[in-house]
């Protein structure tokens, strides 16, 4: 992986230059590098680790795996990176609500390096819990206007318990808001991507804030019937979010949540169906539906593949 290669020529340069060695030791100086580095946040109960990194690798990138306890000691700091992804998983063991209790050790940790970071534009993506944690921040879906009086970092919806009462593991149809300023979703028209959630279901207490959020185009994608039509329809949609969001993105666009996992879905052998279309000699797509969307950040950075 590009990361291990990066690794490698670190330990020559040091060979070369002993005094580099307690500089390097810790990772904390990096050589340049064309790709942007991305910081993908771990541990804790998250373990969609593996497939993110791939992601981002194959979209272009430098994903680089930190722990979160080495973020929240500034060990490891977020400036070192250009984007950062929020991943998957059970942080935490969901006590509290999934994502309550990360959201909370950001919050009060890390908050003034969170605003730096959002500050310079950098592109932040979250995943299931991910997007959790970033609604339960108060970073998504952000202030809707500026007449509502919110203020930055607080809390304007959240995510609840899927109205079906059980875990839902499936693939779902979304389709994406090609007016969305998501930096992440350029060019996407349509997605199959798979949920594993038990809390799921978008939710704002006013029908104001959800048509703000719909009149500012921070709805980035629905869940949809097989036709692409949006609905609240168990179980196409599989949570009963409200107006069948399945992702939203702050008003800068740079900043996305989504229930369902791209990264689970980058090669055309993830497809649940993949087999059937072989033996019926269908050609297969060249890579998976969800890796466009790590490619779209990769490509914004700069970089890409």
Not at 21 to 49: A, T
Not at 209 to 237: F, W
Not at 239 to 251: E, H, K, P
């Amino acid at each position: 992986m590009a990361s291990e290669s990066q690794d490698r020529t670190q330990d020559k340069q040091v060979e070369r230059n002993p005094s580099l060695q307690d500089r390097v030791q810790d990772r904390s100086v990096r050589f340049p590098s064309p790709k942007p580095r991305v910081l993908i946040i771990i541990g804790d109960g998250l373990n969609c680790e593996r497939e993110t990194s791939w992601a981002f690798t194959l979209a272009g990138g430098i994903p680089d795996l930190v722990h979160i306890g080495d973020i929240l000691r500034r060990d490891r700091r977020l400036h070192e990176y250009a984007a950062l992804a929020f991943i998957g998983g059970f942080s935490n063991g969901d006590h509290l609500g999934a994502g309550t209790v990360q959201a909370s050790r950001f919050r009060h940790a890390l908050r003034d390096d969170l605003e730096r970071f959002i500050g310079q534009r950098k592109p932040i993506i979250g995943i299931c819990n991910g997007f959790q944690t970033l609604v339960k921040m108060g970073i998504l879906p952000g202030p809707l206007s500026a007449t509502t009086g919110q203020g930055a970092w607080e809390r304007s919806a959240t995510i609840m318990a899927n109205e079906s009462g059980k875990f839902e593991d499936r693939w779902v149809h979304l389709v994406i808001n090609a007016d969305a300023p998501c930096i992440w979703t350029r060019g996407l028209k349509r997605l199959f991507l798979p949920v594993r959630h038990g809390e799921g279901k978008y939710y704002m207490a006013e029908d104001g804030q959800l048509d703000a959020l719909e009149q500012n185009n921070q709805v980035v994608a629905r869940y949809a019937t097989m036709e692409g039509v949006p609905t609240q329809a168990y179980p196409d949609n599989p949570n009963g979010s409200l107006r069948a969001i399945a992702a939203v993105c702050d008003a800068s666009g740079l900043i996305f949540g989504l229930m369902p996992h791209p990264e689970a879905f980058i090669s055309p052998y993830n497809h649940p169906s993949w087999t059937r279309e072989s033996a019926a000699a269908r050609p297969l797509a060249p890579e998976g539906e969800g890796l466009a969307i790590f490619r779209n950040a990769v490509e914004y950075l700069g970089g890409g593949m």
